[in-house]
């Protein structure tokens, strides 16, 4: 099973906190984000398990775009 974040971009009152953000996880795979406090790390987190929806950008689990699934449904498919 593979997680893929292709172009997260997410901004509030116009400033952009995420820019172009992709991402390829692979089962059996652990990633760590690291950068420095406000860099975008809990944000691009947060918009991958669905916990805020994203301005741009797709999100899918194998090939299925799951970026407007809420949080549960994420969660049943894997």
Known sequence: MKLRAENL???YSGRKV???VSLEVN???IVGLLGPNGAGKTTS???IVGLIKPNSGTIFLENQD???Y????RAQNG
């Open 9 to 11: 971009m997410k901004s």
């Open 18 to 20: 995420v820019k172009d």
């Open 27 to 29: 089962q059996g795979e």
């Open 45 to 47: 987190f947060y918009m």
């Open 66 to 68: 799951i970026t407007k």
């Open 70 to 73: 809420p949080m549960y449904k």
